[in-house]
C-alpha cells in the first residue's frame, strides 16, 4: 500500500490520463529517481553509440522516446535488480484519484474551479525547473537553464 502524503479535500473523482500523459509521468518520476540515474546513463551512452553522427538534441528525443522498453527489459532480464527498481517498471497507476482540494504539509491547495467558488484564492503554483534547453533543433551546445513557471492548479 503507498504511503498518503497528504489529505484530500473536497469531491474526490477518478480520472484515467492518457498513454501520453502516463508515458510523460514515468518518465518524470524515473528522471528523478537515484537508483535509476546509472540506467539512465546506460541507456543514453547507447543512443549514442547506435547513431554517432545525431547531435544532442536527437540523442535526447531518441533516448525519451525508447527508453521506457528498454528499461523494462534490463530489469526483468536482471534476477539481482532491487525489488524497488522492478516496481518503478510499472509506471503510475492508470486509474488516477483527483480532488478538487489537497492538504500537504500544512499547506491547503485549491483547484481554479474551486477557488471561484471562495473568497480566499489559493489556486495560484509557481515553480522553477531546472534542465538542459537547446537553442535549435540542430544546437549541439545544451545549456542548463533555469525557468520559472507561474499557473493555477486545474487539477489536483
Known sequence: ???E???GLRRLYVITPSPEELNQTHLYILN????VIPYIVRHE???KESNPKITKNRVLKEDNKTFLNWFKDIIFG???AFETTRKLTDGPKRNVKSWQGYDINKYSFYTKSQDDKSIMQNSGVSLKDESQHFATVNDDNP???S????????EI
Request: overall charge negative.
Open 78 to 80: 536482471d534476477e539481482n
Open 147 to 154: 525557468i520559472p513557471y507561474f499557473g493555477v492548479i486545474e
Open 1 to 3: 500500500m503507498m504511503k
Open 32 to 35: 528523478n529517481s537515484n537508483v
Open 5 to 7: 502524503w497528504g489529505k
Open 45 to 47: 551512452s547507447l543512443v
Open 143 to 145: 545549456c542548463l537553464t
